[in-house]
């Protein structure tokens, strides 16, 4: 257990539906990532946030739209996904931009 | 735009010292390199950070030359639960960070 939390574990969506991914995190850190994980692909670096304000947008599409209501919660809402957006999604947490605290990830598949 | 590169993969035994490289060159000057481990289904794990010379934990060492255009991971004494893949992480010189693609360790018995 890192001390983040991510919901749902899995996820199956159609290319119309509109669904939200959850990260959760009380170790009182400050900054909150959005990763995305495709097989035999590095780790790519979606979205961050330093608290609460969006730092970096790394040219993702929009039909990825991320929230920070509060330190502690991060949401990625998904609309209109496409198949190959079909990937592991993880959420991290760091407390100094260096050592970073993963969530276990939200597996999504999109039909 | 930082280039990292590291092997794909890497076998090994039960009980053997395993070094993993990553080459990595136009990185930020004043930043730590930190390497992370995965397992299948889950989240990346932080392993060791450093930003030159030696540095050792509990688990593993990280060796960084002078240049800081490489990073070795040092596993001592491997068992059958370090079968795993390893990322190394690194800013550029931008404050960007970039990733490895990983290196898939496979330690046999």
């Known amino acids: 257990e890192t001390g983040v939390t991510q919901t749902p574990r899995h996820l199956v969506m159609g290319m119309t539906n509109k669904k939200s991914l959850k990260c959760e995190q009380h170790?009182?850190?400050?900054?909150m990532y959005w990763y995305k994980q495709s097989a035999k692909k590095p780790l790519e670096l979606m979205f961050v946030?330093?608290?609460?304000?969006?730092?970096e947008n790394n040219s993702v599409p929009s039909r990825f739209s991320p929230e920070c209501p509060n330190s502690s919660h991060l949401f990625l809402h998904l609309h209109t996904l496409q198949p190959e957006d079909s990937a592991l999604y993880l959420c991290?947490?760091?407390?100094?931009?260096?050592?970073?605290?993963f969530g276990p990830g939200t597996r999504l598949t999109v039909l | 735009l930082a280039k990292i590169t590291q092997p794909i993969s890497m076998d090994s035994y039960e009980g053997q010292e395993v070094n993993i490289t990553c080459s990595h060159n136009?990185?930020?000057?004043?930043?730590?390199i930190t390497w992370y481990q995965q397992f299948p289904s889950q989240g990346p794990r932080f392993i060791i950070q450093g930003y030159k010379t030696k540095v050792t934990n509990e688990v593993a060492s990280l060796f960084i030359p002078a240049d800081r255009k490489s990073s070795t991971l040092s596993l001592p004494r491997v068992s059958l639960s370090d079968t795993a893949v390893y990322y190394c992480l690194v800013f550029d010189s931008n404050y960007q960070l970039i990733w490895g693609a990983g290196t898939k360790l496979i330690i046999k018995p």
């Open positions: 991290a947490s760091s407390p100094d931009w260096i050592k970073q605290f």
């Open positions: 136009n990185i930020a000057t004043n930043d730590y």
């Open positions: 170790l009182g850190h400050n900054a």
């Open positions: 946030y330093n608290f609460k304000e969006q730092t």
